[in-house]
């Protein structure tokens, strides 16, 4: 049996980002699950978010929910994430969970800078109020310019009604200012690959690449792969298959074959 393998739901999009990814690790013969809110849209959010520990950051609330479901499984699973999903499975592994963590153009923890880009899309967003909650949602143009770059204009208009949702404001924020996302990086943790496209307008590889420098300082294996070419959607941009064999032959590198 092999590793079993957890795509973790990041911002801005839903699960079904992972869709691709998931078949053709499983024809791998990874065993493959999406973890993902509790509920769709605005209302899984809520019951993530709302109502928690006052004390811990809207960060730290979404960790401990999927530290929960990892927990679960009988042994360490692999996890990938993608844009907030990379973060997290920064901070799932700074906390001993997982057998190794792959972040695709990840959002930075604390102490490294998330770049004007980033900060821009969270500033300029819409902000809608719901549920109790203040939630930002992007137009089709923001998504255009700056997830979906470079694909095609009647392609791009496709992914924002597939893929495109909200995200709680009061999140983006504290992840924005860094607010939750503190590495312990003296802990012990499984190898860490960190991925970026070179032409992400929405977390720049400049960003990736000095947190990559910044997570050299754990003793733990840490790598970096950059792809030319590529934007903010690698797990879904035509050539997504290049990006997800070079993730399957790191893995088998460091966690050998099955």
Known sequence: MGYQ???????WLGPAVWDKFERHFKACGYVCSVLSLPA????????VLHGADARSSPLGRLVDF?????????????????????????????RGLGAAGIAIAPRPPQRVFPGILSLLQILTARSERRDGMRFLRMTPGQFSRRVAYPG???????????????VPQ?????VAFGFGSRLHLSHERGPLLLISGDDDHMVASSVVLANYFYQRRSLAPTDYISFPGYGHLLITQPGWEHVAD????????QLGWF
């Not at 769709?40 to 019951?47: C, Q, S, V």
């Not at 095609?152 to 909200?166: C, M, N, S, W």
């Open 170 to 174: 009061k999140l983006m924020t504290t």
């Open 246 to 253: 070079r993730i399957i032959e790191w893995l088998q590198q």
């Open 5 to 11: 393998v957890c795509f973790i739901q990041g911002d």
């Open 152 to 166: 095609a204009r009647q392609v791009t208009g496709q992914l924002y009604e597939k893929f495109v949702g909200r």
């Open 40 to 47: 769709a849209g605005e209302l899984g959010w809520y019951r």
């Open 66 to 94: 999927y530290a929960e479901q990892i927990a679960a499984f009988p042994a360490p699973p692999v996890l990938i994430g993608h844009a907030m999903g990379g973060l997290v499975v920064q901070l799932l592994l700074d």
